[in-house]
């Protein structure tokens, strides 16, 4: 069964730091491109970053420079360390792959894998 899991999230500080995870069972993982999103309450999904089969990364500009995403194809887990957290950043975040996907995209409606989504709170 194809599956997307994410965790990580929860609570912190603004100008602090979380790392997200998601494993993936069914597939694997460097095979496709993996992108992060959000979505903040009342806005879009957003696509903040993605790699790519080769591990090229690729960041929003409204995360580059603060967020990382890597890969771990041993543990078929993708990650993503978030430092320098602001208010801002808080959204449900989530995960996703497609098997058609050849290039790397934010266009959630290019991915048809989803995880469920963990919760990022940035407050003081």
């Known amino acids: 069964q194809l599956q997307l899991v994410e965790s990580g999230g929860g609570l912190v500080q603004p100008g602090g730091s979380l790392r997200l995870s998601c494993a993936a069972s069914?597939?694997?993982?460097?095979?496709?491109?993996i992108g992060w999103f959000r979505q903040a309450p009342g806005k879009e999904r957003e696509g903040i970053s993605c790699?790519?089969?080769?591990?090229?990364?690729n960041y929003a500009d409204s995360v580059k420079g603060r967020f990382t995403m890597s890969r771990d194809n041993a543990k078929n887990t993708v990650y993503l360390q978030m430092d320098s957290l602001k208010p801002e950043d808080t959204a449900v975040y989530y995960c996703?792959?497609?098997?058609?996907?050849?290039?790397?995209?934010?266009?959630?409606?290019?991915?048809?894998?989803w995880g469920q989504g963990t919760q990022v709170t940035v407050s003081s």
């Open positions: 996703a792959a497609d098997p058609r996907l050849r290039y790397v995209s934010f266009d959630p409606h290019d991915y048809d894998w």
């Open positions: 069914g597939f694997s993982l460097d095979d496709y491109v």
């Open positions: 790699i790519s089969t080769i591990g090229r990364t």
